[in-house]
C-alpha cells in the first residue's frame, strides 16, 4: 500500500469517528430522544458490548434477548428511579450497588458539582486544594470517635488499598485477618482480603499474609489471633464489613463487632471498617460503626460518598495511626483522589443526609420495608429463606439461585430493578435511594409479592 492511500484511508477514518462523536455527543445534548433515536442507541449499546466492552455482559444481563432485538439500555435517572431509552421507569432498589443514597441526581449534589465545574474542574496537584481540607474537616467531625485524618480515592477498592498500606506502615505487621463471605475490592490487595474462590483463584498468589475466618465466630477469631501471635505473626489489622453486603446482607451476631474491637486491642492489632456499602446513612445510622457503637481504626468509604453523581471515596484514621504519613505524604498518593469535583460532591452528599434526617429516614422506611416483605413472603417458604437487613439495607435469600435470578427478572419485567450479591447468589439485595417514597416502597413489595406468586419452585 502506497503512503499517499495509507494517509488516505486514515484521513477517511479519522472523518468517520469524528462524525460518529459528533453524533454520540448530540444525543447526550437533547434532553429527549425518539422512538428511531432509541433504536439506533440499543444497537449501537449492544453492539459495543459485542465486539468492545465484553459480550460477557450481554448474558449476564437479564434483558438482552439472544440476538439483541431487546435490550433494556439505560438513559436517565431522576429520584428513585431511573428510565431506558425506550421512556420505560423502573424503581432502582439495586442502587447502582448502592451508590444512591441521597438520590438519583440530587439537585443539591449536581448544583455543588457544576458550581465548581465553572471554576476549576482538577487541582494542580502542587497548590493546596481548599475542598480536599474543608471535606476532610468535616469528615472528622462527622466520623465516630476521634477518627481524624483523611485520604482521598476514587473507589471503595482504592479506600481498601490505602488502609491495608496504611496498617502496615503503623505497626510493620505483615498478617491481616479478614473473614468468609467478605467482599473488599477485586485489586490484588484488596483481593486478598476478599473471600470468593471464584475471583480469587486465576489470580493468585495474592498478598502473602491473610487468614480468613468464619464471620461472625468470635472463638475462631481468637484462635487465629493467639495463634498468630504464637508462631511470630502477630496481626497488623483485621479487616470486615460491620453488616457484609456482598456476602448476602449478612448482620453480626449481638456484641460481635464490640468482642473484636477487644481482641484488637488486646493483641494490639488495628480494627478496619470497609465501610464503603454500608456507611453514608444506609443502615439507618451515618455509619454501621454507630449503629453497633464501635469505633474502628481506619474507616473506608467510597460508593454513596460522591452523592451518585461523582466517583469518590476515603479512609479516615486516627492520627496514631495515620502519621505514619506524616513524615512523607508521597508513600501514597493518587492523581484524582480528592479531587475538587468529587469533594465539592462529597461535602454537597454529608450535608443533605444531614440536613434531610436520611439516615433516620432509612431506619424508619427500612423497618416498614422489611416487615411488608416478610409479609408478602408468607406461603411461600419453600422459595424464601429468609429476609433481613438493617435500614435500607434489606437481603431476600432464597432456597435456590434459579429463583432468585427468577424472581429478579420477573420484577424487572414489571419495572422494579433489584439484583443478586456477588459473594451470595441466593440473596437478591433491596438497596433503594434512602428518599424512596412509601409508595414506591408499596409498589415494590406487590410486584415482590405478585412475581413469587408466579415463579416455580
Not at 447526550?28 to 468492545?52: L, P, Q, S
Not at 467482599?183 to 491473610?210: D, E, Q
Not at 505473626?233 to 451476631?253: C, F, K, R, S, W
Request: aromatic share 8%.
Amino acid at each position: 500500500m502506497s503512503i499517499d492511500l495509507s494517509r488516505e484511508l486514515k484521513k477517511e477514518q479519522n472523518k468517520n469517528v469524528s462524525d460518529y462523536i459528533n453524533k454520540v455527543l448530540s444525543l447526550i445534548e437533547k434532553e429527549e430522544i425518539n422512538e428511531e433515536e432509541a433504536g439506533w442507541i440499543t444497537k449501537e449499546t449492544v453492539d459495543g458490548f459485542r465486539e468492545h466492552v465484553n459480550p460477557g455482559f450481554l448474558s449476564y444481563r437479564k434483558t438482552v434477548t439472544k440476538d439483541g432485538q431487546f435490550a433494556a439500555v439505560e438513559w436517565s435517572d431522576n429520584g428513585s428511579c431511573f428510565k431506558d431509552v425506550n421512556g420505560k421507569e423502573y424503581i432502582d432498589c439495586l442502587g447502582g450497588f448502592g451508590i444512591y443514597n441521597v438520590g438519583h441526581r440530587n439537585p443539591k449534589v449536581v448544583k455543588a458539582v457544576t458550581d465548581q465545574l465553572k471554576r476549576q474542574a482538577l487541582h494542580s496537584q502542587d497548590l493546596l486544594d481548599p475542598l480536599r481540607a474543608m471535606l476532610a474537616k468535616i469528615l472528622a467531625d462527622i466520623t465516630p470517635g476521634d477518627l481524624k485524618y483523611a485520604f482521598f480515592t476514587n473507589s471503595g477498592t482504592e479506600s481498601v488499598e490505602a488502609a491495608l498500606k496504611l496498617a502496615k506502615m503503623y505497626s510493620e505487621r505483615t498478617t491481616f485477618i479478614s473473614t468468609t463471605r467478605a467482599f473488599h475490592g477485586k485489586s490484588l490487595g484488596s483481593l486478598s482480603g476478599t473471600a470468593k474462590g471464584m475471583f480469587r483463584k486465576p489470580f493468585l498468589p495474592l498478598i502473602p499474609g491473610f487468614r480468613h475466618v468464619p464471620f461472625g465466630d468470635i472463638d475462631m477469631m481468637r484462635k487465629t489471633f493467639e495463634v498468630c501471635s504464637s508462631v511470630g505473626e502477630d496481626v497488623a489489622a483485621v479487616i470486615l464489613e460491620p453488616i457484609q453486603g456482598e456476602g448476602g446482607i449478612i448482620l453480626p451476631p449481638e456484641n460481635y463487632l464490640k468482642e473484636v474491637r477487644e481482641l484488637c486491642d488486646q493483641f494490639g492489632a488495628l480494627l478496619i471498617f470497609d465501610e464503603v456499602q454500608t456507611g453514608m446513612g444506609r443502615t439507618g445510622k451515618m455509619f454501621a460503626a454507630d449503629l453497633y457503637e464501635v469505633v474502628p481504626d481506619i474507616i473506608c468509604l467510597a460508593k454513596a460518598f460522591g452523592g451518585g453523581v461523582m466517583p469518590a471515596g476515603a479512609i479516615v484514621a486516627k492520627e496514631e495511626v495515620f502519621k505514619s504519613w506524616f513524615e512523607n505524604p508521597f508513600m501514597h498518593t493518587t492523581t484524582f483522589g480528592g479531587n475538587p469535583l468529587a469533594c465539592a460532591a462529597a461535602i454537597a452528599t454529608i450535608g443533605v443526609l444531614i440536613e434531610e434526617k436520611l439516615p433516620e429516614r432509612a431506619a424508619e422506611v427500612g423497618e416498614y420495608f422489611l416487615e411488608e416483605l416478610k409479609k408478602a413472603a408468607k406461603g411461600h417458604e419453600d422459595k424464601v429463606l429468609e429476609i433481613r437487613g438493617k435500614g435500607l439495607m434489606i437481603g431476600i435469600e432464597f432456597h435456590k439461585d434459579e429463583i432468585g435470578y427468577d424472581v429478579s427478572k420477573g420484577m424487572f419485567d414489571l419495572g422494579v430493578l433489584v439484583a443478586g450479591t456477588l459473594i451470595n447468589s441466593k440473596t437478591i439485595r433491596i438497596e433503594p435511594s434512602l428518599t424512596i417514597r412509601y409508595e414506591e416502597v408499596d409498589k415494590v413489595v406487590s410486584t415482590f409479592k405478585q412475581v413469587l406468586s408466579q415463579v416455580s419452585v
